[in-house]
């Protein structure tokens, strides 16, 4: 029989994420929050350009967001975050799959009454 082990560091990881996960008040299935999906070169050396690009893009799916990469030798991960129904609705309400936070932000002027 083989002698399993677990290591601190495994041990730490499943750990924290299980953690995380009973604690993030969002529990599974709840109506009010929507899980999108961004790069991050957290950890990695990544170019300024993908870092950039990383800071500026959120994506309505994983799929879109690993083949949207800054360049070709971009190797930043894909993230899930969660966001609200609200927000998820005015990023991605016109029924695109990217949206660039830089022009998402943007708000009206605020007029004078």
């Given amino acids: 029989m083989k ?3 677990l290591a601190r560091r495994t041990f730490l ?3 924290t994420a299980a953690g995380a996960a009973a604690l993030s008040g969002c529990p599974p299935g709840d109506q009010r ?3 999108v999906y961004r790069r ?3 950890g990695r050396h990544v170019s300024n350009a993908a870092k950039k690009h990383n800071a500026n893009h959120v994506y309505a799916d994983a799929l879109v967001a690993a ?3 800054a360049h070709p030798g971009d190797n930043s991960k894909v993230v899930p975050i969660t966001v609200s129904r609200a927000e ?3 990023l991605f309400g016109n029924g ?3 949206a660039d936070l830089r022009h998402a932000r943007k708000r009206a002027p605020h007029r004078r009454a």
Avoid: H, P
Wanted: charged share 25%; hydrophobic share 40%; no cysteine.
């Fill in 3 to 5: 002698n399993l082990r």
């Fill in 13 to 15: 990881a499943t750990a």
């Fill in 33 to 35: 929050s929507v899980v």
């Fill in 40 to 42: 991050s070169g957290r």
């Fill in 67 to 69: 083949l949207d990469k």
């Fill in 88 to 90: 998820y609705n005015r």
């Fill in 96 to 98: 695109g799959f990217i």
